[in-house]
């Protein structure tokens, strides 16, 4: 699935949503400066990736779930591979939390809910 052809599955941020799409163009603005306010958790991830597409819809779950506490920023990696090499990712998908403009902590490949239901509990603030 090209997660650009299907919004419903990859949407924009809107004030009724907590995705977007973040790319090398916006990383800085979208990511860096909104953990300033809030938890960022960005997801790494490529349309052709198994994992990946099991995580997608467990991450869009808990973002309308927890409704703006924290913002999830999905990486498209064929498209951005820049990104993924500044933070040196070495599998998809790969999620990055990020508080106050630094990296706090990570995982990779899917996950159950429950650990990443865990995982976002211990970044809120």
Not at 20 to 39: C, G, M, P, W, Y
Not at 106 to 112: I, M
């Amino acid at each position: 699935m090209d997660l650009h052809l299907h919004p419903q599955a990859h949407p924009k941020l809107t004030t009724n949503n907590f995705v977007i799409d973040a790319t090398e163009q916006n990383f800085e603005h979208v990511t860096i400066k909104e953990s300033h306010k809030r938890l960022v958790l960005v997801d790494i991830s490529a349309d052709w990736c198994g994992p990946c597409n099991v995580l997608m819809p467990i991450l869009d779950k808990l973002s309308r779930e927890y409704a703006g506490k924290f913002l999830l920023a999905k990486i498209d990696a064929d498209e951005n591979m820049r990104i993924a090499g500044r933070y040196k990712v070495r599998g998809f998908p790969t999620v990055i939390a990020f508080i106050e403009g630094e990296e706090v902590d990570r995982f990779h490949s899917a996950q159950r809910e429950n650990f990443i239901r865990d995982f976002i509990e211990k970044y809120l603030f």
